[in-house]
């Protein structure tokens, strides 16, 4: 997939509507963005965030309506080669019921301890995973159960990190379950993803939609 070009994303004309029924969960929708901004999508619940960004990732394709990346219409882009660009954290995660390790070698299997610690670092966990008797050798239990929140979150994150390869990041509510200290956690964690990187955060709290350039209301 060649990354060049001005606008990273473009929504034409977008509409959509699930099967047996006429109700368009999406109308007509057009907005762009840019390589490294940052943008909030925001509505109120019901008004098709989470389904922008099912279309933007490719689960979902428009009932009428063209959606571009880099200029090309996403339906002649290999699914896969996308998804590789792709970065999700959202409100709910796949975590296995295994190391903290092992967790993150999901994301890249041949990673070097170094490359372990340092994305640990810039997701802010890495001095958590320091204070367990058992270090990254720490199993988490059943999706993550023996972690709080914000602690997934952040292991998520780190995973998101390791890939290396992430130029879109894409934060599903990602910190609306989430207390007021672990939220502003995961947004320094956030702040430390790179310029040239892309965010798009759906969020309803302020603090979220503040770490954005813009935002664009549904």
Same mark, same amino acid.
């Given at each position: 997939?060649?990354?060049?070009?001005?606008?990273?994303?473009?929504?034409?004309?977008?509409?959509?509507?699930?099967?047996?029924?006429?109700?368009?969960?999406?109308?007509?929708?057009?907005?762009?963005?840019?390589?490294?901004?940052?943008?909030?999508?925001?509505?109120?619940?019901?008004?098709?965030?989470?389904?922008?960004?099912?279309?933007?990732?490719?689960?979902?394709?428009?009932?009428?309506?063209?959606?571009?990346?880099?200029?090309?219409?996403?339906?002649?882009?290999?699914?896969?080669?996308?998804?590789?660009?792709?970065?999700? +954290?959202? *409100? #709910?995660? !796949?975590?296995?019921?295994?190391?903290? &390790?092992?967790?993150?070698?999901? =994301?890249?299997?041949?990673? %070097?301890?170094?490359?372990?610690?340092?994305?640990?670092?810039?997701?802010?966990?890495?001095?958590?995973?320091?204070?367990?008797?058992?270090?990254?050798?720490?199993?988490?239990?059943?999706?993550?159960?023996?972690?709080?929140?914000?602690?997934?979150?952040?292991?998520?994150?780190?995973?998101?990190?390791?890939?290396?390869?992430?130029?879109i990041f894409i934060l599903d509510e990602a910190t609306s379950a989430l207390?007021?200290?672990?939220?502003? +956690?995961? *947004? #320094?964690? !956030?702040?430390?993803?790179?310029?040239? &990187?892309?965010?798009?955060?759906? =969020?309803?709290?302020?603090? %979220?939609?503040?770490?954005?350039?813009?935002?664009?209301?549904?």
């Amino acid at each position: 997939m060649n990354l060049t070009g001005d606008n990273i994303i473009e929504f034409r004309n977008v509409s959509f509507s699930y099967a047996n029924t006429d109700r368009k969960v999406v109308n007509d929708l057009n907005f762009s963005i840019k390589k490294g901004e940052r943008l909030a999508i925001t509505g109120k619940s019901g008004a098709g965030k989470t389904t922008v960004l099912k279309l933007m990732s490719g689960m979902l394709r428009p009932s009428s309506g063209k959606i571009l990346f880099f200029g090309k219409n996403i339906d002649d882009i290999d699914l896969d080669n996308l998804h590789k660009h792709l970065g999700f +954290i959202m *409100q #709910e995660n !796949i975590l296995f019921n295994s190391t903290i &390790k092992e967790n993150l070698f999901y =994301a890249k299997t041949d990673a %070097s301890n170094s490359e372990l610690e340092t994305a640990c670092q810039k997701a802010f966990i890495r001095d958590f995973i320091r204070t367990l008797p058992d270090g990254m050798e720490t199993v988490i239990g059943e999706r993550g159960i023996k972690l709080s929140g914000g602690q997934k979150q952040r292991l998520i994150l780190a995973r998101q990190f390791l890939r290396g390869t992430n130029d879109i990041f894409i934060l599903d509510e990602a910190t609306s379950a989430l207390d007021q200290y672990s939220e502003s +956690i995961i *947004q #320094e964690a !956030i702040g430390s993803i790179g310029e040239d &990187k892309t965010i798009i955060v759906v =969020a309803h709290r302020k603090s %979220s939609i503040l770490l954005c350039d813009r935002s664009i209301t549904l």
